[in-house]
């Protein structure tokens, strides 16, 4: 990761997969939206379900992040991109761990000088499906002698070390399924389509590849529906005691509508997973 060709270039879009184009609502990385504690910017939940993209984006800096996730380990690369025609000077960049995650971070130079992009590496460990995202602060002086302060969300959530659970036909998936149901195990909403679906095309992407699920053939007695199936690889436990989540999405084709329910014994990877589904393929 390190050494294949760097992050995106200053000012320039990220490359990504067809898929990203599915799942990226709209987005882009400009400006942190307004929040409580870490700011979310508008690639957040895209780059949850993407591994590399621009994060955040202004005038004088560009912050890229590029992923790699295997198992419960994971390497995220920071990039930061100096737009201007000065160095950005009394630069800072630290990162801030949850519990559940291990996060260690390289160093990084006090000055990025202009044209020229700063790589920062974390490496990440999943010891359990963590409630809320590491976060990043940043610190530094533009040569125009503005200060600019980050503290920003990193798209790293729980779903990015999930392993599919294959192998699962309709009799076992509906058993772990009822076994799950009602709160505070399950998330479920009803919302209109952004667009009226013409395959299960998107739907297959957006489970297998964005939350790297299972998703089954033939398990739902509906054509129109998907479910899908994984666990969190937790570093330090068996498979067999992975915290699993389950997904089923109902479509209503003619009316373009969705139920969206999600299971797990993890309330917050519930309304995680919800959310990341939410977002990307209903109306708000």
Same mark, same amino acid.
């Given at each position: 990761l390190a050494g294949s060709g760097g992050g995106p270039a200053p000012g320039g879009a990220p490359k990504g997969i067809d898929v990203a184009a599915l799942m990226s609502g709209g987005g882009s990385g400009s400006g942190p939206a307004q929040a409580s504690g870490p700011d979310e910017t508008k690639a957040f939940v895209p780059l949850c379900l993407r591994n590399d993209g621009v994060l955040y984006e202004d005038e004088s800096l560009q912050l890229g992040v590029r992923g790699d996730f295997q198992g419960a380990q994971g390497r995220l690369a920071l990039f930061y991109g100096n737009k201007g025609g000065g160095p950005l000077v009394n630069f800072t960049a630290t990162v801030e761990g949850v519990p559940g995650l291990v996060v260690q971070s390289s160093t990084v130079p006090q000055a990025v000088q202009p044209h020229t992009q700063l790589q920062q590496m974390l490496q990440l460990e999943c010891r359990a499906a963590f409630a809320k995202p590491p976060s990043l602060r940043v610190s530094l002086m533009a040569s125009s002698g503005k200060q600019l302060r980050l503290h920003l969300a990193l798209p790293v959530v729980p779903t990015k070390f999930c392993a599919p659970a294959t192998g699962l036909e309709a009799p076992l998936f509906f058993s772990r399924w009822n076994a799950l149901g009602g709160a505070p195990n399950?998330?479920?909403?009803?919302?209109?389509?952004?667009?009226?679906?013409?395959?299960?095309?998107?739907?297959?992407?957006?489970?297998?590849?964005?939350?790297?699920?299972?998703?089954?053939?033939?398990?739902?007695?509906?054509?129109?529906?998907?479910? =899908?199936?994984?666990? #969190?690889? !937790?570093?330090?436990?068996? %498979?067999?005691?992975?915290?699993? @989540? &389950?997904?089923?999405?109902?479509?209503?084709?003619?009316? =373009?509508?969705?139920? #969206?329910? !999600?299971?797990?014994?993890? %309330?917050?990877?519930?309304?995680? @997973? &919800?959310?990341?589904?939410?977002?990307?393929?209903?109306?708000?």
């Open positions: 399950e998330a479920q909403k009803v919302a209109a389509l952004k667009q009226k679906p013409e395959s299960m095309a998107l739907f297959n992407e957006l489970a297998a590849k964005g939350l790297k699920l299972a998703v089954p053939q033939g398990v739902d007695p509906s054509p129109t529906n998907l479910v =899908a199936a994984g666990t #969190v690889s !937790v570093k330090g436990k068996a %498979p067999a005691d992975w915290p699993p @989540v &389950l997904l089923r999405i109902e479509i209503n084709v003619p009316a =373009a509508q969705a139920r #969206v329910t !999600v299971r797990s014994p993890e %309330p917050p990877l519930s309304s995680l @997973v &919800l959310r990341l589904v939410g977002e990307t393929v209903c109306v708000p």
